[in-house]
């Protein structure tokens, strides 16, 4: 099995109401978000890539059209996007696009990661 993968970093804030008053992430703050993308392939194509990573560009354009330099509950509706969340969300975006997508990791501190990977 082939595995590549792609880093795109965005900057954003959450809010994660649900959680108890005094913990930290119930209060409005923000990432520096690290989002890698790994797709697999058993045999290459006729350029011996898995996908040319050129060809990753429309998940750049999505990550600097909808979600940087955004509140996330506001682009979401909803008050329950965690670092797992986001990565099943940029998991099924891609996987529409890429069948070879077989996992999302998203980073929102230097030790900590979250991944999504069916
Ligand atoms: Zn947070």
């Known amino acids: 099995m ?7 970093h965005f900057s954003a ?26 797709l697999a392939a058993e045999t290459l194509n006729e350029n011996g890539f898995v ?15 909808r979600l940087d330099h955004r509140h ?5 509706g909803h008050d329950m996007v965690t670092s797992e969340w986001l990565a099943r969300w940029i998991f099924d975006w891609c996987k529409t696009r890429w069948d070879q997508t077989s996992a999302v990791r998203i980073s929102e501190t230097p030790k900590t ?3 999504y990977r069916p």
Not at 2 to 8: A, G, L, N, V
Not at 51 to 65: E, F
């Open 72 to 76: 996330l509950n506001e682009v979401f």
């Open 13 to 38: 804030s959450h809010q994660l109401c649900r959680l108890q008053g005094d913990h930290p992430c119930a209060r409005m703050h923000g990432h520096n978000y690290i989002v890698e993308v790994e």
């Open 51 to 65: 996908v040319d990573y050129l060809d990753l560009a429309p998940l750049r354009a999505l990550i600097d059209d």
């Open 113 to 115: 990661w979250a991944e």
């Open 2 to 8: 082939y595995r590549i993968t792609k880093e795109f």
